[in-house]
């Protein structure tokens, strides 16, 4: 099979082409390295066994030719190009809308040209401001005021579900929509904003971590390979097509234990530092204050269980990052 990914170099995108490869598959990849990095793709992109299996194009996905090539050879599409972390958002937000709402519609209008499967990476940005727990995929949403740029992200990603929904209603282009909560893994960058690889690199400096807030506000965490896993099944099910799915953790901690369990599993002699919002991001920022997944719909249709603890996943981060500190 031949499998493409947007965002292919990105964090995500790279975990998936390398699954793509261990199974025998071709893997192409699209990526403008806004936020991805040749990096990521380092520990496969020259491996004997997969470098003739392996298809790089350095572009943006509005560039029609090359997506219209790229769509055209591909069995199956997984989109998941965008703009990332709420700082990119918060500086560039005209460029976060137009690759997310137009870089999307590109991807759709393509898939449905050549009748390809497509799977969206949506985020559970999209609940906007809840407190309770857990969000559910029929749950309403609540965002703040547009003078409120972080919500751009999530209205754009909304979007980009309706889009994806009416593709599928009008022209039954078989599109599959996944909500990522906080996905962490090596070759996760803290460049922009991510809580665990920044924790993690303050930790092992030995300088403070800044926790934004009181640190009260909670997160679950997945392991990347574990996203993975569900993507690839969501892929493989007809039944998934036209629904859209929470992919995320169980495991709910406040970013406060969170930060003390890194100093913990560290030996770091770091101390925690409390940095107001307002300090961190500007005044037109406001956090999420719970976030944790309703894990019943994936589960029920392709069960899905996360694999991985977090305290090994948090194990396998620190060891990651020590191995390319020496
Ligand atoms: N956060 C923090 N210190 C940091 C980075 C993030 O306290 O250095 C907090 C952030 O305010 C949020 C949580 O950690 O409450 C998760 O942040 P991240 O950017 O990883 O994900 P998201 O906010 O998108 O869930």
């Given at each position: 099979?031949?499998?493409?990914?947007?965002?292919?170099?990105g964090f995500?995108?790279?975990?998936?082409?390398?699954?793509?490869?261990?199974?025998?598959?071709?893997?192409?990849?699209?990526?403008?390295?806004s936020t991805?990095?040749?990096?990521?793709?380092?520990?496969?992109?020259?491996?004997?066994?997969?470098?003739?299996?392996?298809?790089?194009?350095?572009?943006?996905?509005?560039?029609?030719?090359?997506?219209?090539?790229?769509?055209?050879?591909?069995?199956?599409?997984?989109?998941?190009?965008?703009a990332v972390g709420v700082r990119t958002i918060?500086e560039?937000?005209?460029?976060?809308?137009?690759?997310?709402?137009?870089?999307?519609?590109?991807?759709?209008?393509?898939?449905?040209?050549?009748?390809?499967?497509?799977?969206?990476?949506?985020?559970?940005?999209?609940?906007?401001?809840?407190?309770?727990?857990?969000?559910?995929?029929?749950?309403?949403?609540?965002?703040?005021?547009?003078?409120?740029?972080?919500?751009?992200?999530?209205?754009?990603?909304?979007?980009?579900?309706?889009?994806?929904?009416?593709?599928?209603?009008?022209?039954?282009?078989?599109?599959?929509?996944?909500?990522?909560?906080?996905?962490?893994?090596?070759?996760q960058t803290g460049a922009y904003g991510m809580?665990?690889p920044r924790?993690?690199?303050?930790?092992?400096?030995?300088?403070?971590?800044?926790?934004?807030?009181?640190?009260?506000?909670?997160?679950?965490?997945?392991?990347?390979?574990?996203?993975?896993?569900?993507?690839?099944?969501?892929?493989?099910?007809?039944?998934?097509?036209?629904?859209?799915?929470?992919?995320?953790?169980?495991?709910?901690?406040?970013?406060?234990?969170?930060?003390?369990?890194?100093?913990?599993?560290?030996?770091?002699?770091?101390?925690?530092?409390?940095?107001?919002?307002?300090?961190?991001?500007?005044?037109?920022?406001?956090?999420?204050?719970?976030?944790?997944?309703?894990?019943?719909?994936?589960?029920?249709?392709?069960?899905?269980?996360?694999?991985?603890?977090?305290?090994?996943?948090?194990?396998?981060?620190?060891?990651?990052?020590?191995?390319?500190?020496?």
């Open positions: 099979m031949k499998v493409l990914i947007t965002g292919g170099a995500i995108g790279s975990h998936l082409a390398e699954a793509y490869l261990e199974r025998g598959d071709d893997v192409y990849i699209i990526d403008d390295l991805g990095s040749m990096d990521n793709l380092k520990t496969f992109l020259h491996e004997p066994r997969f470098s003739d299996r392996v298809f790089v194009t350095i572009d943006t996905i509005l560039n029609h030719d090359i997506m219209l090539e790229l769509t055209g050879t591909c069995d199956v599409v997984f989109h998941l190009a965008a918060l560039k937000p005209l460029e976060s809308i137009r690759t997310n709402i137009q870089g999307t519609e590109k991807v759709l209008e393509l898939c449905n040209k050549f009748k390809k499967r497509v799977l969206i990476a949506s985020t559970s940005e999209v609940y906007g401001k809840h407190l309770h727990a857990p969000l559910v995929e029929t749950d309403n949403i609540i965002y703040g005021p547009s003078s409120k740029f972080r919500w751009s992200y999530a209205a754009s990603k909304l979007m980009d579900e309706f889009t994806a929904l009416a593709y599928y209603r009008t022209n039954g282009l078989k599109a599959v929509v996944t909500r990522l909560f906080n996905t962490v893994g090596p070759r809580v665990i924790f993690v690199d303050q930790a092992l400096a030995g300088v403070p971590l800044t926790i934004y807030g009181d640190g009260s506000q909670t997160r679950t965490f997945t392991y990347v390979k574990d996203v993975v896993k569900a993507f690839t099944l969501l892929m493989e099910t007809d039944a998934a097509v036209g629904e859209v799915f929470n992919v995320g953790g169980v495991e709910e901690i406040t970013i406060r234990a969170l930060a003390e369990k890194i100093i913990a599993m560290t030996g770091s002699a770091s101390v925690i530092e409390f940095i107001p919002y307002e300090k961190a991001f500007g005044k037109d920022f406001e956090d999420m204050m719970r976030r944790v997944p309703g894990m019943e719909k994936i589960r029920n249709i392709i069960g899905y269980e996360p694999e991985t603890p977090l305290d090994e996943i948090l194990r396998r981060i620190i060891n990651a990052k020590k191995e390319t500190l020496s």
